[in-house]
Each structure stands twice: as C-alpha cells, then as structure tokens.
C-alpha cells in the first residue's frame, strides 16, 4: 500500500479503470486479495461491499465485484507525478495483467479491452522508457514483453519484488538445467564417438590380422593392435597405460593411425 495519498488516489484510479466491466460501473476481479485492496482504498467501504458472484462456465475462477465509487465518464487526465504513473502501472498489472514463464520462455502481457485504454497504458510504459511490443487477440488490445530483463524491469519498477525474487528463481533453476543438459549431451556424443573410432579400428586390426598375422607386425604395433582386441571398450589413454612401457594417448592415437594406413596400402595393393 502506498503512503502517499496521491498515490493511493492513482491505484483507485487504475484499478477501476483497467478492471472495470464494459458498462464502467462495478470493479471485477478473480482475485480476493485485489478485491480487498480495492475495498481497502474506497473511503466510504460500507455502501461498497464486496460482491461474490457464482462460478461461470465461462468463467471458471471464483470473480469478486464492487460498484465504483464514481461510474467511469471519459477518460481521466494522466498523472503528472512519475510515483502516480507507476502507481497506474501497477494498478493495471493487477487488474489485467499476467506473468508466464512457461517451457517456451518468460512473457509478461496486458490484456486491454479497448484502444483507447491500451494508448495511455502504452504512454505509462514508454515514459518509464520500457515500451513494450502489441498485438490484438480476440478483439483485445494486448501489450506485452518478452526480454528477461525487461519484464524484471517492469516489475521492479512497480514494486513487485517477490515477483522479480520467484522469476530469477526459476530462470537459475532453469539455466541449471539447461548446463547439465548440455553436459550430459556432450558427454554422450563424446563416448559415441570413441565407441565408433574403436569399433573401427578393430575392425583395421582384424583385417591386418587376417590379411598378414599380427606377428608380421612391428612390436608397437602389434602390442598396441592386441590391446585394441582385448579392450575393446578402452580409450586410447587407457590403452597407453597398459603398455610397456606406458605410452601416452598421442602415441597410441599415431599408432593405431599407422596400422590404418597399412590396411589401406594392403587394401589397394590387393585390388589392383
């Protein structure tokens, strides 16, 4: 609740003005806590009693009614004070305004029932110089954000820190995940493609084998080529440390290319 009158006078304005019915007489809301607020800024509260209405099957949130105080004639000045814009700001995030931030990414939007209301709403927000992106949905002006950071903007600016506390939440929460996805996708394509190097240079091997007898070999080589059948499923450091002496992965890896080019010289000597 803001402590200035004015300010509490620019909440009582935006919110009759962006939660009112098409008829601009009653305060609708689907909210009891914005209900009260409401009820709460009135000066006269007992001729203004809060209405609950029947669940819908339109409307299937509980919806909260109170008659203005003053039926809606045209539209009001715009506020001159920087607090009492932002206090209009607020006031139209809570009574048309929501906040997403679904597996597509964040999304902060105005739902607005008329041009004429979404031009001033727009004004508020470029004068904060946050000016957000529109379209028209269902015959309702929406205006909405997209950016991260704009929409943490926007909801700081009005006051709405738990709100600003809960998305970072979940955009670490999020981020988070998306490292360890990324993690464990780099860790599988990585063993993928060792598996199919070693499946392929068994199968080097076993063409050697075949073709001229691995005794026909150097003794690196054929040392290293055993390894490759008995471990098939070891990397090359894991190899270069059961030699002997132990060698390391870059030698392994120069070894086993070497038996590659001698199947393929074996290979083309044979064909021609």
């Not at 009614?65 to 004639?73: C, G």
Request: positive net charge; charged residues 25%; proline residues 6%.
């Amino acid at each position: 609740m803001p402590s200035a009158a004015h300010c509490k006078a620019a909440l009582l304005t935006g919110l009759g003005l962006y939660g009112a019915n098409a008829a601009r007489t009653v305060f609708i809301t689907h909210r009891n806590s914005i209900a009260r607020l409401f009820w709460s800024l009135l000066e006269d509260r007992k001729s203004h009693p809060i209405e609950s209405r029947a669940v819908t099957r339109l409307a299937r949130l509980p919806t909260f009614a109170i008659a203005l105080p003053t039926p809606r004639d045209g539209m009001p000045p715009k506020p001159t004070l920087k607090c009492d814009r932002l206090m209009e700001i607020r006031a139209a995030f809570l009574a048309c305004g929501s906040l997403a931030a679904g597996a597509h990414g964040y999304h902060l939007e105005f739902v607005l029932p008329d041009r004429e209301l979404a031009e001033r709403l727009v004004w508020m927000l470029r004068s904060t110089g946050r000016a957000p992106k529109r379209t028209v949905r269902k015959r309702r002006e929406v205006l909405y954000y997209k950016d991260f950071e704009a929409i943490v903007d926007v909801l700081t600016i009005i006051g709405a820190f738990g709100a600003v506390l809960h998305l970072e939440d979940v955009r670490a929460l999020r981020e988070t995940k998306n490292r360890i996805h990324r993690l464990v996708n780099t860790e599988v394509a990585n063993l993928e493609r060792a598996a199919a190097a070693a499946a392929a240079q068994r199968r080097v091997i076993e063409y050697l084998e075949n073709a001229c007898g691995l005794g026909e070999l150097s003794p690196p080589l054929r040392e290293i080529a055993e390894l490759r059948l008995a471990y098939p499923d070891e990397s090359l450091a894991e190899l270069g440390a059961r030699c002997n002496p132990p060698i390391a992965k870059p030698t392994v890896s120069s070894r086993l290319s070497a038996l590659s080019r001698l199947a393929a010289r074996l290979r083309t000597g044979r064909a021609s």
